[in-house]
């Protein structure tokens, strides 16, 4: 039978939460260039990021083994990976170009090359040889397109022969890339790095989660174990690899019922966060530049730069994610039988 969608409202309030730190870690980073924060933020900024990326990976490793009991064959996985394509790819291009317009209004005009890779998940090294498309935050989405094709290849096999395979792959894939010396190539480069085991660390999860019976975590075991685990992901990303599937888990244990409307919101509209928050942090910057460097400056922008991404993702959501998820719908393959279809609430950032 099919899972009842009200069990996975923690991973959606993880979306939220692992939204919450990329704004968090670009908000720091933009704070700390206009001299309103001193430079030992960046370290913590930057693991701030590194978690909520974790967050996001884990999460789609164990959203997509949900789906590993549908359909297999090649209708299958041709239906999966336009289902995946139809439901990130239009909000990314979209966001994709109004950046480029943007810097082209600004005389930084684009390279046709450098906007194709970038609508196309071909990843590239930029300027300052980071694996960075036109719109900066579309890194994550070249590996979420990798894994989402190693996921239909495996749909191909037997669903267990299909998941072993994408483990025995992956982990062989990082291991290389972790005893070889660093590619010179940036697709080598993607294909080689260790991030690559989240998704597999999701995998694991969601098979753990499904053979043992759920504790039922109510909001308030789930708030205590999750807030020390956040700390210490913030103070030492060390312990990023092991506490980011730690919560996943914990957010898949939690009892039905127990996260507020507003926090669903937020996981809902976590995408749209991801991807347009920066919109308005550039000329929240550009403010800061131009008031007084004081404490209380700084706490009012920071507040100001948090609360307005969210809602700004919100927004988006709402008045554009929604409807074009809608307008793409009849583009969509047919779903699955209804016993094996993944709630609307757990499609992947």
Known sequence: ??????????????????????????????????????????????????????????????????TASHPRGRGAARRFIARRLLRIAPLYWLATLIYAARLAAGGEAVAPLDLL??????????????????????????????????????????????????????????????LAAAPDNALATLLTSPML???????????????????ALTARTATLLGLPAV???????????FLAPALVLAAAWLRPGRVGAPVLALGDASYSTYLFHGFLLGPLATLMLASQTSPWATAAFLILAVSGSQLCGLAVHLAIERPMLRAVR????????LRTQVSARDQVV
């Open 197 to 215: 085991l989240y998704f597999l660390a999701g995998l694991a999860l969601h098979a753990l989660a499904a053979k043992r019976p759920l504790p």
């Open 231 to 241: 700390a210490a992901m913030l103070i030492d990303s060390a312990t990023i690899p």
């Open 117 to 178: 890779r970038s609508v196309l998940f071909v990843p590239y090294f930029d300027a300052d040889q980071a694996l960075r498309p036109v719109l900066g935050v579309g890194w994550t989405l070249n590996f979420e397109m990798y894994f989402y094709l190693v996921f239909a290849v495996s749909l191909l096999l037997p669903a267990r022969l299909g998941l072993a395979a994408i483990a025995a792959f992956l982990v062989a894939s990082a291991t290389f890339g972790a």
């Open 1 to 66: 039978m099919r899972e009842a969608p009200s069990r996975l409202e923690g991973i959606q309030a993880l979306r939220a939460l692992a939204a919450l730190l990329v704004v968090l870690d670009h908000c720091l980073l933009k704070f700390t260039a206009a001299g309103h924060l001193p430079l030992w933020v960046e370290p913590f900024a930057y693991r701030s990021g590194s978690a909520g990326v974790a967050l996001f990976f884990v999460i789609s490793g164990f959203i997509m083994a949900r």
């Open 330 to 337: 009849t583009y969509l393959p047919p779903r699955t039988p």
